[in-house]
């Protein structure tokens, strides 16, 4: 993972001050408060218990700097990091009170980023024989959007929309109101710039056909067993890109990439992973 992978922080502050401020209540850590002197310092490490891919480091970092930026913060493995259990992520030192307040939140996003990365991994390597992308969807925690998209680029995958504006995604709803595929694309075609690419929802090969001969940048292959999906890939025969969704499993996925789709999207990613399960440590020294 490169440095430009992780979204500017001004993306994501808005977020972790919200987290902050949410555990932090009314009244602030009065547990801490109450048993830690405030001049004390310690030492403590970030610990991943069990195996997977590391995603968001630089996110539990940003954490511990907004309740004090004098806490130092070393990481010890970098985002997209492959580990073992009990594995140093990184090490925290400075103070007791700021260790302590900004704990959770910051198990919780790093546990919460890296079960999405290593859930990621494991279906690209599933896809990743038959040349098929796995993509993320808008199924994703409100407000985690930018931070969840982000762990699946970690774990390999792609990002699908971020939102309702950065791409038309013509749904069956969208079709019931035009009345029709070809009336949907038609009206989608002339309200949007050349820069605006255009994906129409299909379930069936008729609707297929329709969209083929009105044409747009991808279809979505909606709830297809492998074998009409393999019918539908042949029929688009490379004119727009092909995304497989809808009933697909870590257990099917290989059967569906194998047939030839460009991608297949997953919502489990984001709304099925598990977190990882990541402790904080106090250490002497």
Known sequence: MTALSMP??????????????????????????????????????????????V????????????????????????DGTDVGPNTTVAVIEGSAR????????????LGRLSGIATLTQACVAKAA????????????????????????????????RFGLDDGILIKDNHIAV???????????????????KIEVEVDTLDQLRELLAVGADAVLLDNM????????????????ATEASGGITLDNL?????????????GFLTHGARSLDIGLDFTAG
């Open 98 to 109: 700021a260790v302590l307040t900004g704990e959770r939140v910051a198990l919780n996003l």
């Open 8 to 53: 500017h922080p001004l993306l994501i502050e808005p977020f972790l001050r919200e987290a902050l401020r949410e555990d932090m209540g009314r009244a602030g850590d009065i547990t801490t408060d109450a048993i830690a002197p405030p001049g004390l310092t310690c030492r403590a490490e970030m610990v991943l218990r069990t195996p997977g891919r």
């Open 55 to 78: 995603a968001g480091v630089e996110v539990a970092r940003l954490v511990f700097a907004m309740v004090d930026p004098t806490v130092s913060f070393t990481a010890k493995v970098q």
């Open 254 to 266: 290989a059967e569906m990439a194998a047939t030839g789709v460009d991608l297949v999207s997953l």
């Open 178 to 196: 035009a009345g029709s595929i070809t009336e949907a694309v038609t009206r989608a075609k002339a309200a949007v710039g050349h820069m605006v």
């Open 225 to 240: 067993g492998p074998d009409l999906l393999r019918e539908a890939v042949a029929l688009v025969d490379g004119r727009m």
């Open 129 to 160: 024989p038959f040349n098929t992308r796995v993509a993320c969807t808008r199924k994703t925690t409100p407000g985690l959007r930018v931070l969840e998209k982000y762990a699946v680029r970690v774990g390999g995958g792609a990002n699908h």
